[in-house]
């Protein structure tokens, strides 16, 4: 194995690491600031979300000066770009305001695109909207701040899923 294989190797090995450490320290951040957590479960309807989180939902959607003031900036995620073999991949982003598209509320009925929640306990709600057939979606995540004031945090582009 060649010297410079080998320390590419490392290098590997520690960003996985890091990314690992970030994710848990990602998850403790979450857990810590909620007096009473709760494991992960599947919200089946929107009217199971809390209360305050659809009406910020909506607002959202349809102010876009709300919608700016209401993002934690840079917005971290992931999206998807052409790679050197002709391979699309996934690399990790961030948004700016003026870099930022406007989101709109998603139309579920012509689109063919199916909604799913997950909430933690009453401050993390993650979205997955995705067409079924093809494994092709998006995800977004809204976090409850300590000012009881919803943001998203995170924003992963429409991409393959698998």
Same mark, same amino acid.
């Given at each position: 194995?060649?010297?410079?294989?080998?320390?590419?190797?490392?290098?590997?090995?520690? =960003?996985?690491?890091?990314?690992?450490?970030?994710?848990?320290?990602?998850?403790?951040?979450?857990?810590?600031?909620?007096?009473?957590?709760? %494991?992960?479960?599947?919200?089946?309807?929107?009217? /199971?979300?809390?209360?305050?989180?659809?009406?910020?939902? &909506?607002?959202?959607?349809?102010?876009?000066?709300?919608?700016?003031?209401?993002?934690?900036?840079?917005?971290?995620?992931? @999206?998807?770009?052409?790679?050197? /073999?002709?391979?699309? @991949? @996934?690399? *990790?982003?961030?948004?700016?305001?003026?870099?930022?598209?406007? &989101?709109?509320? %998603?139309? *579920?009925?012509?689109? !063919?695109? @199916?909604?799913?929640?997950?909430?933690?306990?009453?401050?993390?709600?993650?979205?997955?909207?995705?067409? %079924?057939?093809?494994?092709? !979606? =998006?995800?977004?995540?809204?976090?409850? /701040?300590?000012?009881?004031?919803?943001?998203?945090?995170?924003?992963?582009?429409?991409? /393959? *899923?698998?």
């Amino acid at each position: 194995m060649s010297a410079t294989f080998a320390l590419h190797f490392l290098n590997l090995r520690r =960003m996985r690491l890091l990314s690992i450490c970030l994710f848990s320290i990602s998850i403790l951040h979450f857990s810590c600031n909620n007096a009473s957590p709760g %494991p992960m479960q599947k919200a089946a309807e929107m009217s /199971d979300l809390p209360k305050d989180f659809l009406d910020f939902y &909506q607002q959202f959607h349809t102010d876009s000066a709300y919608q700016i003031a209401h993002i934690e900036w840079p917005l971290k995620g992931e @999206k998807t770009v052409p790679g050197d /073999d002709g391979i699309d @991949k @996934k690399v *990790l982003a961030t948004w700016e305001p003026e870099n930022w598209a406007i &989101q709109h509320l %998603p139309d *579920l009925v012509s689109s !063919g695109l @199916k909604r799913s929640f997950e909430t933690s306990s009453e401050v993390l709600v993650i979205e997955r909207l995705q067409y %079924p057939m093809v494994n092709y !979606g =998006m995800e977004r995540q809204f976090y409850k /701040d300590e000012n009881n004031e919803w943001r998203m945090i995170y924003y992963t582009e429409m991409q /393959d *899923l698998r």
